[in-house]
C-alpha cells in the first residue's frame, strides 16, 4: 500500500487544519484506517483510526475536537483538526490496517508525515 498525506502547517492556538491520505493498492491492505501522531521526544501515538465501514475510535485527548472521515470511493480518509491545541504539535502519520490471516489488524503501511505546529 502507499499513502500520500497532504495538509499540515502552521496555525494559532483555537485554529482549525485538515489532513488528509490517498492510499493506493490492494484494498485489503487498508480496510482500517487512521492517523497517528508523534511529538517533539516522544513516542508514536494513536490518533484516531476509521473502518471502511464508517466505525471510528479516537485518543482520549482529540475526542470532540477532531474528526476522521474516509471517502471509499476515492480511498482517502480525512483528519479535520478544531480547536487545535499548542499540545496537538506533532508530526501526523496516516496508516493503514489490513486482515491477515488469523483475523488481526495488522499495519500494512505509513505515509510520510507531515508536521502540524500550533502556536500559543
Known amino acids: 500500500v502507499q499513502l500520500v498525506e497532504s495538509g499540515g502547517g502552521l496555525v494559532q492556538a483555537g485554529g482549525s487544519l485538515r489532513l488528509s491520505c490517498a492510499a493506493s493498492?490492494?484494498?485489503?491492505?487498508?480496510?482500517?484506517m487512521g492517523w497517528h501522531g508523534q511529538a517533539p521526544g516522544k513516542q508514536r501515538e494513536v490518533v484516531a483510526t476509521?473502518?471502511?465501514?464508517?466505525?471510528?475510535n479516537y485518543a482520549d485527548s482529540v475526542k470532540v475536537r477532531f474528526t476522521i472521515s474516509r471517502d471509499n470511493a476515492k480511498n482517502t480518509v480525512y483528519l479535520q483538526m478544531n480547536s487545535l491545541k499548542p499540545e496537538d504539535t506533532a508530526v501526523y502519520y496516516c496508516?493503514?490496517?489490513?486482515?491477515?490471516?488469523?483475523?488481526?489488524?495488522?499495519?500494512?503501511?505509513w505515509g510520510q508525515g507531515t508536521q502540524v505546529t500550533v502556536s500559543s
Open positions: 476509521i473502518t471502511r465501514g464508517g466505525s471510528t
Open positions: 493498492g490492494s484494498a485489503a491492505s487498508f480496510n482500517v
Open positions: 496508516v493503514a490496517f489490513g486482515v491477515d490471516y488469523y483475523g488481526d489488524y495488522q499495519i500494512t503501511g
